[in-house]
């Protein structure tokens, strides 16, 4: 029997399904043929700039330039570098006049572009058709090295990073405060502990000669990866070769003299911000008056293999909001929330993060509560690490190490995500762990290695970052003697007077 692609729609009548219809382009079709094709190739080009690529099967790619600079580089320099060029990327460059340019130009490829600066790493990106690729590269060259950081821009920026600091002291979540007073009290004065966000006493000391002698230092071939997903990577090193081998920056291509080599150092401490939260969000619902404190103690490199005990740890733990909607799935059978949340209803918030670096990492809890209920609060998270090293069940093990890998497998399928992994693991060591390998090493962690990594974890001092009103917050030390009890609590206050 014979389907022809004629019928009640016209087409060509008789023409059989097999075979290719006339002026049309033959399809392309995605086979499963193992991952050969879609292993990670890198590429190191003279200088030291080394070209990354992915396949990935669809019509768009996602290109962009990683730079290993970031806060923690800027010691020898006016803190908010790093936050002024992630605001100033993709504006007037040697080639393009404006910001507007640079957005029509990616616009006849459907693209988008975007600047994140974090602690360690600054990535530019372009999301946009493969098809567009010289130019996308073209111009991502152009916004990394020949960037004219006009002076209109400098103060627009001025106006953009006042704003955002504003912005971030009114937040009903102070989640980001608290990311940057952990690591300041982590690591004082040091590498990951420096800010994050321009300090306001320094927006208006910012100008071109500064951030010029910055990327003199740490804009270069050495330092950077191109890294693109979603296309042939034969095509990414010929465009990496044209538009960013040999090029002069504006800067001048002198040699870098002083780059911050400097590996973190563990400090631990307490920051305290007392602030009145009582009005932080007002409305016909407003959130009560809460005290934010986060509880940190170091962990490890996302290069040591513990990295991986830690990562499950991190999962196992989990938690998140007293309001988080139940289901399967969402971690709420997570310590923090067995053990936390579901016991004390006056808990607003407890939640587990791991923040991971080249030469360090930082283990914390996060919890809010009522201020009258500090002490208690702060009792509740000493035990829940002392807990950590106790012994771990078959069951909470095996359900964390599912969700870390199913975690892992949903977000690598998007292609900004893998864009991003590729990037960063080629940076850090010139090679990518692919997810199946990175699925047998959640696998192999046992039971004896998380108490193992916890054990180890637990002789740190701890870092310790309280927010809002801390009339009943313990004492340093005390958190720390809790800490390094057999059960975590509190040693006992008398006090004649309450």
Known sequence: MQFSSGGAGGGYPGVPLTQPLPGLPAPAFAAVDGQEKFETRVTALDGGLRVASQNKFGQFCTVGVLINSGSRHETKYLSGISHFLEKLAFSSTAQFGSKDEILLTLEKHGGICDCQASRDTTMYAVSAEAKGLD??????????????????????????????????????????????????????????????????????????????????????????????????????????????????????????????????????????????????????????????????????????????????????????????????????????????????????????????????????????ADPKQVREMVEILTKEFVLMSGTVGEVELERAKTQLKSMLMMNLESRPVIFEDVGRQVLATSTRKLPHELCDLINNVKASDIKRVVTKMLRNKPAVAALGDLTELPTYEHIQAALSSKDGQLPRMYRLFR
Not at 139 to 144: E, G, I, K, R, T
Not at 173 to 189: G, N, Q, S, V, W
Not at 241 to 255: D, E, I, M, R, T
């Open 135 to 368: 130019t996308v590269v073209n111009l991502l060259a152009d916004v990394v090295l020949q960037p004219r950081l006009s002076d209109e821009e400098i103060e627009m920026t001025r106006l953009a990073i006042r704003f955002e600091l504003e912005d971030l002291n009114m937040r009903p979540d102070p989640e980001p405060l608290l990311t940057e007073m952990i690591h300041a009290a982590a690591y004082r004065d040091n590498t990951v502990g420096l800010n994050r966000f321009c300090p306001v006493e320094n927006i208006e000391k910012m100008d071109r000669k500064i951030l010029h002698s910055y990327l003199k230092n740490y804009y270069t071939p050495d330092r950077m990866v191109l890294a693109g997903v979603g296309i042939e990577h034969e095509q990414l090193v010929e465009c990496a070769k044209k538009y960013l081998l040999g090029v002069n920056p504006v800067w001048g291509s002198a040699k870098s003299k002083d780059i911050d080599r400097s590996v973190a150092q563990y400090t631990g401490g307490i920051i305290k911000v007392e602030k009145d939260m009582s009005n932080v969000s007002l409305g016909p619902t407003p959130i009560p008056e809460l005290t934010h404190i986060m509880i940190g103690l170091e962990s490890c490199s996302f290069l040591e293999d513990d990295f991986i005990p830690f990562a499950v740890l991190n999962m196992m733990m989990g938690g998140g909001g007293s309001f988080s909607a139940g289901g399967p799935g969402k971690g709420m059978f997570t310590r923090l929330y067995l053990n936390v949340l579901n016991r004390h209803h006056w808990m607003y918030n407890a939640t587990s993060y791991h923040h991971s670096y080249e030469d360090t990492g930082l283990l914390c809890i996060h919890a809010s």
